[in-house]
C-alpha cells in the first residue's frame, strides 16, 4: 500500500476522518522525520506531537491488529496489497468524497478547518515565530480581498494553542456615533476588550477626565486589564483603515499603539500585550515618524499566488483536468490574486463555466468578476484624481510615472503594481475592464 491509501482506509473505517494534525505526523513519519523536525516545521511542541502520535499508533495498531508505531510504520504498512474489498471500499469511498465534496462561495475568511487555505512561506511561519515575541506587533497589510482576515484567524488559533488570550477588534462593527469624540471612542475600546476577556468592567474607577482619555487608556489596561491575566494577549484589530474616515481619532488612536509598543521596551506587565494590526491602506494624517504604528513591529504584505499555489489549489478542487497551460492562462487574466484565482474555481468546480468562456468573460459585465469590478469603478469615479491617473496607466502600454501619493492608493486598492517608479496594471483583466469603462470619461 502507498501512504494515499492507508489514509482513505482509515478514513473510510474510522468513525471520524484523521485531523489535519494526525494526517501530518502520518506523512512525516512515512518520510523518516522526527518529532523534532515536525515540530520545526508545524510550530507544535515536540511533546505535543508525540501525545497526538500515540493515539495515532494506537488507531493504526487496533485497525490492522499489529503492534504498529513511528518505526515500523512503513516497513509494515507498505509491503501490504490491497484486498478485493479493500479496493471496492475505497472506490466507493472516493465516488463518495467526489460527490460530498462541498465547496464553499469565496466572500469571506477561509475557515480554519478549510483544505482550500493555501500558505504563502514564509509568511506564516514568521507570524507564528513573531506572535511569541514579548511586546510585539504584526502588520498585516494588502488590499481587500488578498486573505489578510484569513491570515489572523490562523494567527489567533495558533495564539490560543499557546495559551495566550485572544482578542479580536474589528472596527467595521462599531458604529458610526462611537467615533464622534476619542473619549468616546476609547471607552467602546477597552469595553470591548474587556468582555471578551471575561473580565469585570471598572472602566469608571480608571477614568479620569483631569488626565484624559488616553491617559486613561492607558492605565486602564496597565493597572487593570493587563494585572488579571497571567498569560499574554493578544490583540487583533481588523479593518484599521475605517480609522482613517476619522482623522481626528486615528490622529490621538494611533500614535497610542507606538507608545504601547514602545513602554514593552521599558516595563515588564506590557509584554504581556501583543498586536495584529491588519489593514487594506496607509494613512495620510499629519503623524510623526516616531509617532506613527505603521513603521514598527514585523510588516506582512500578503503576495499574489504563485504559479505553483495556483496548480496546488486546483488539485484542492479536485480539477484534474486542467493543465499547467490553463493554470499559466488563468495566472495571465487575474495576476495570482487569491480571491479571484478563487472565484474562477469556484464555477469550474461546479461546472457551470467552460474554461475558454470564464476568461472570454472575465472583463465584461457578463463575466463572474462583474461585482468585484464594479466595486472597484465605484471607487475609482467617486475620486477624479485616481480615475483620471488610473486611465493613463491602463491605457499606456508602458509603465507610466505618477503622482506618489495616488500610485500608492491605486497601489492600496489592488489595481497597480509599482516597479522602477512606474505603475502598471496588476492584472490584465484590470486593464481589459478599464480600459473600456474609463474611456466613457473625456
Not at 121 to 140: C, H, K, M, V
Not at 275 to 281: A, L, Q
Not at 412 to 420: C, E, F, Q, R
Amino acid at each position: 500500500m502507498n501512504l494515499d491509501e492507508v489514509i482513505q482506509i482509515l478514513n473510510a473505517n474510522l468513525p471520524s476522518p484523521l485531523s489535519h494534525l494526525q494526517e501530518f505526523i502520518l506523512r512525516s513519519s512515512w518520510e523518516g522525520k522526527t518529532y523534532i523536525m515536525m515540530s520545526n516545521e508545524a510550530y507544535y511542541g515536540a511533546e505535543h506531537l508525540r501525545k497526538v502520535a500515540s493515539e495515532l499508533w494506537s488507531l493504526l495498531s487496533n485497525y490492522w491488529q499489529e503492534p504498529i508505531s513511528k518505526t515500523n510504520l512503513r516497513q509494515y504498512l507498505e509491503p501490504i496489497t490491497l484486498t478485493n474489498s479493500q479496493q471496492k471500499l475505497l472506490e466507493k469511498y472516493c465516488q463518495n468524497q467526489k460527490v460530498n465534496m462541498y465547496i464553499e462561495f469565496p466572500s469571506s475568511v477561509i475557515p480554519l478547518n478549510s483544505y482550500l487555505y493555501i500558505e504563502r512561506p514564509p509568511i506564516e511561519d514568521l507570524a507564528y515565530s513573531e506572535i511569541t515575541q514579548p511586546g510585539s506587533i504584526i502588520r498585516i497589510r494588502a488590499p481587500q480581498k488578498m486573505g489578510k482576515s484569513s491570515l489572523m484567524l490562523r494567527i489567533l488559533d495558533r495564539s490560543k494553542y499557546l495559551g495566550y488570550h485572544v482578542v479580536n477588534i474589528d472596527f467595521r462593527q462599531a458604529e458610526k456615533p462611537t467615533f464622534s469624540s476619542i473619549d468616546k471612542f476609547l471607552r467602546w475600546f477597552c469595553a470591548n476588550i474587556t468582555k471578551q476577556l471575561s473580565i469585570e468592567s471598572m472602566l469608571d474607577k480608571y477614568w479620569d477626565e483631569i488626565f484624559g482619555s488616553q491617559i486613561s487608556c492607558t492605565t486602564y489596561f496597565q493597572d487593570y486589564l493587563l494585572e488579571q491575566v497571567e498569560t499574554p494577549v493578544v490583540l487583533a484589530l481588523n479593518e484599521v483603515n475605517r480609522l482613517f474616515n476619522y482623522p481626528e481619532i486615528a490622529e490621538d488612536f494611533l500614535p497610542l499603539l507606538r507608545f504601547w509598543y514602545e513602554k514593552a521596551k521599558q516595563e515588564e506587565i506590557w509584554q504581556k500585550l501583543r498586536m495584529i494590526v491588519v489593514y487594506s491602506t496607509e494613512i495620510y494624517i499629519p503623524l510623526k515618524i516616531y509617532q506613527s504604528p505603521f513603521n514598527i513591529g514585523l510588516p506582512l504584505r500578503l503576495p499574489p499566488f504563485s504559479l505553483e499555489q495556483i496548480q496546488d489549489l486546483v488539485q484542492r478542487h479536485r480539477l484534474s483536468w486542467l493543465q499547467e497551460t490553463h493554470c499559466q492562462q488563468l495566472m495571465a487574466i487575474v495576476g495570482g490574486h487569491p480571491y479571484l484565482v478563487q472565484l474562477a474555481l469556484y464555477y469550474l468546480h461546479r461546472g457551470e463555466l467552460r474554461f475558454k468562456q470564464l476568461l472570454e468573460e472575465a472583463p465584461t459585465e457578463a463575466g463572474i468578476y462583474n461585482n468585484h469590478l464594479r466595486k472597484l469603478l465605484a471607487i475609482l469615479e467617486q475620486e477624479e484624481k485616481l480615475k483620471a491617473a488610473f486611465k493613463k496607466v491602463v491605457t499606456t502600454q508602458d509603465g507610466v510615472d505618477i503622482d506618489p501619493i495616488i500610485a500608492h492608493e491605486l497601489d492600496s486598492m489592488g489595481l497597480i503594481t509599482i516597479s522602477k517608479d512606474l505603475a502598471r496594471p496588476s492584472c490584465e483583466l484590470y486593464r481589459l475592464y478599464f480600459q473600456k469603462q474609463l474611456s466613457r470619461y473625456v
